[in-house]
């Protein structure tokens, strides 16, 4: 089976710049997506086809995949993103999760 | 406006069944391809099983198969996950999710979930 594989935590000041990352096996040849959980909430994707953002979600949301490795970076980062992020991809007719990264902002 | 609206959670010994339902509604319900995907107490996402628009193609967590069916009623606008052989693990948020129609567009509208618990 196909693994993703973030980091379980990333803290970032308010303003500055959060990647949180997603590894798997050439994981380049794969589409990713992102998804913002907040508590109680369910998921909300903010970043689909490896870089696109859908409509409503912020441009400080952007997203990269290259190598074995995807990034969802969010520039000058707000106390409002403070959430639990999920990169997720194919394999083949199944969907993999990463264990998602909680991002605290502080 | 675009909703999925998921319910039968409950309460369930092991070893028991349960059916969930998640009701579409605000678009074509059977041009997309549905999922499920769960989420234990303070823990992450896992998929569960997916089915394809028109019901032809299902797929499932080695977690899951051969204890959980998905299904849809086209006429119904309705997905379903019957569950059966429930164990505690199974315990969790049960989230149904639709799959853009493009590749890689990832799961676009998801519900308000489900919760499920699996306890004598």
């Known amino acids: 089976s196909y693994d993703l594989t973030q980091p379980p935590s990333v803290s970032v000041s308010p303003g500055q710049t959060a990647s949180i990352s997603c590894s798997g096996d050439?994981?380049?040849?794969?589409?990713v997506c992102w998804y913002q959980q907040k508590p109680g909430q369910s998921p909300v994707v903010v970043i689909y086809?490896?870089?696109k953002r859908p409509s409503g979600i912020p441009e400080r949301f952007s997203g990269s995949n290259s190598g074995n490795t995807a990034t969802l970076t969010i520039s000058g980062t707000q106390a409002m993103d403070e959430a639990d992020y999920y990169c997720?991809?194919?394999?083949?007719?199944?969907?993999?999760f990463g264990g998602g990264t909680k991002l605290t902002v502080l | 406006e675009v909703r999925l609206v998921e319910s039968g959670g409950g309460l369930v010994q092991p070893g028991g069944s349960l059916r969930l339902s998640c009701a579409a509604s605000?678009?074509?319900?059977?041009?997309?391809?549905m999922h499920w995907v769960r989420q234990a107490p303070g823990k992450g996402l896992v998929w569960v099983s997916r089915?394809?628009?028109?019901?032809?193609?299902?797929n499932y967590a080695d977690s899951v198969k051969g204890r959980f069916t998905i299904s849809r009623d086209i006429a119904k606008n309705t997905l379903y996950l019957q569950m059966s052989s429930l164990r505690a693990d199974d315990t969790a948020v049960y989230y149904c999710?639709?799959?853009?129609?493009?590749?890689?567009?990832?799961?676009?509208?998801w519900g308000q979930g489900t919760m499920v618990t699996v306890s004598s």
């Open positions: 999710a639709r799959e853009g129609h493009f590749s890689g567009e990832g799961f676009d509208i």
């Open positions: 605000g678009f074509t319900f059977s041009t997309y391809l």
């Open positions: 089915i394809k628009s028109d019901g032809s193609s299902t």
């Open positions: 050439k994981l380049e040849d794969r589409y």
């Open positions: 086809q490896d870089s």
């Open positions: 997720q991809a194919w394999d083949s007719s199944t969907v993999v």
